[in-house]
Nanobody, 121 residues
Framework: QVQLVESGGGLVQPGGSLRLSCAAS????????MDWYRQALGKQREFVAR???????NYADSVKGRFTISGDNNKNFVYLQMNSLKPEDTAVYYC???????????????WGQGTQVTVSS
């Protein structure tokens, strides 16, 4: 059973920083990408950042230059360093591991339960 657990959320003032962590267990597939998404109240879930198994990172335009994704798909961890936080970054942040079976063509898209980030003075 795949389980992803996010941590590190909380309340921070504008301009502050937070580091989110996502720990995965029960992974039995080949990880292709580790993602962070977020969902603000009343809005659709949106992509934030991706780290591929090749080490490439890409980001939503809204967070470029402020957020950094890092991780190790061998150790099943992914992090999101968030700097210069703005009130519009307030959301529940989710990690997602995407991959493919090592023995078949089955694909996987596993999600955590999310961690709340609130940016407010």
């Amino acid at each position: 059973q795949v389980q992803l657990v996010e941590s590190g959320g909380g309340l921070v003032q504008p301009g502050g920083s937070l580091r989110l962590s996502c720990a995965a267990s029960g992974i039995t597939f080949e990880i292709n990408a580790m993602d962070w998404y977020r969902q603000a109240l009343g809005k659709q879930r949106e992509f934030v950042a991706r780290l591929t198994n090749g080490g490439s990172a890409n980001y939503a335009d809204s967070v470029k230059g402020r957020f950094t994704i890092s991780g190790d798909n061998n150790k099943n961890f992914v992090y999101l360093q968030m700097n210069s936080l703005k009130p519009e970054d307030t959301a529940v942040y989710y990690c997602s591991f995407k991959g493919i079976s090592r023995t078949s063509s089955r694909t996987y898209d596993s999600w955590g339960q999310g961690t709340q980030v609130t940016v407010s003075s």
